[in-house]
């Protein structure tokens, strides 16, 4: 693995360090490519030790049956550099910090996944993404009850050192994201927009807040609009960062849970809170504790049910 410094440099020096700089152009040369999807850059990235590396071993992609011959010769002609230089560029310009697959601080649960995310911007605490992590989801238009246990479980959960994290829309979202900052823990957003656009507008309070004392995470390059397609691609991200997903309120069909599936396929807890019989916002909460999901009522229960996982980091409960 590339000997980069950790934590990555900060916002305002890290476009100094040419080394850096030239692995983040590779990850995002690779992301960019026509054909080459998350999937095939993680089998790309298992086979060398840097992004830097594999570019420059392009032409051999083919023959070795990573990615078809026609991706792997555009990337040795450099068709998609001047758009990686671009996108990196406005990320300077806006104050983000890149993350790259290969630098220590990209966070191993992530690369975990088979389809991670080649590199991340960050804006907040990089060192975050690494430590005790519980995901948080739910409905955006949620009951008042709903409304409450998100804020309390989220702050009991701060309150025993765990970073809470969410996906930064209204409802239950908004309240797991305000619980997470109550307390001595954190909180992270991932998003499904570029960093530099707030997402819905009236929780840009909330994204001030995470970013000076949390931190708010995105794959996509800085103006990505909310597109609904982002969404559930962003879920993997939620779920993957976390040694297990909450689900507060969540209707039959809902977001919530395919974050719950994803945390599934990728050997996380799942738990989830029961609630009124009568409403159908707590149906696909039902349905996931039919399915086994362990119950939650408060968050002593998530903090005892990961016991074990808690133990690997220091000052953990």
Not at 135 to 148: D, I, L
Request: proline share 8%.
């Amino acid at each position: 693995m590339t000997d980069f410094a950790a934590p990555p440099p900060s916002a305002a020096t890290w476009a100094d360090d040419d080394a850096f700089v030239a692995e983040c152009l590779a990850c995002l040369r690779l992301r960019l490519q026509s054909g080459i999807g998350p999937r095939t850059v993680r089998r790309i990235f298992d086979r060398y030790d840097s992004a830097a590396a594999a570019l420059a071993d392009a032409r051999s992609f083919g023959p070795q049956g990573l990615c078809p011959d026609d991706a792997a010769a555009a990337l040795a002609r450099g068709l998609t550099s001047q758009a990686a230089e671009a996108e990196l560029a406005a990320a300077a310009a806006k104050g983000l910090t890149p993350l790259p697959y290969f630098h220590p601080a990209y966070p191993a649960r992530l690369r975990e996944l088979p389809d991670p995310p080649a590199m991340l911007y960050v804006v907040g605490d990089v060192g975050l993404l690494s430590g005790p992590c519980v995901a948080m989801v739910g409905a955006r238009q949620c009951s008042r009850y709903g409304f409450g246990a998100a804020y309390d479980i989220a702050a009991g959960l701060a309150g025993a050192g765990i970073t809470v994290v969410s996906g930064l829309a209204y409802g239950i979202d908004r309240q797991a994201h305000l619980g997470g900052l109550s307390g001595p823990g954190r909180s992270v957003a991932i998003l499904g927009t570029g960093l530099d656009l707030v997402y819905p507008d009236a929780n840009l309070d909330v994204w001030r807040e995470l970013a000076a004392g949390g931190a708010v995470v995105s794959e996509f390059p800085p103006g990505t609009p909310p597109r609904a397609a982002n969404f559930p691609v962003r879920n993997r991200i939620i779920a993957g960062l976390s040694l297990g997903v909450m689900v507060v309120e969540a209707a039959e069909r809902s977001g919530s849970l395919i974050t719950a599936r994803l945390a599934l396929e990728q050997g996380r807890e799942v738990f989830a809170l029961p609630g009124p019989v009568n409403l159908p916002t707590f149906a696909g909460c039902h349905a996931l504790l039919s399915q086994g999901a362990r119950l939650v009522q408060t968050a002593d229960d998530i903090v005892a049910a990961l016991a074990r996982e808690l133990t690997l980091f220091v000052g953990a409960p």
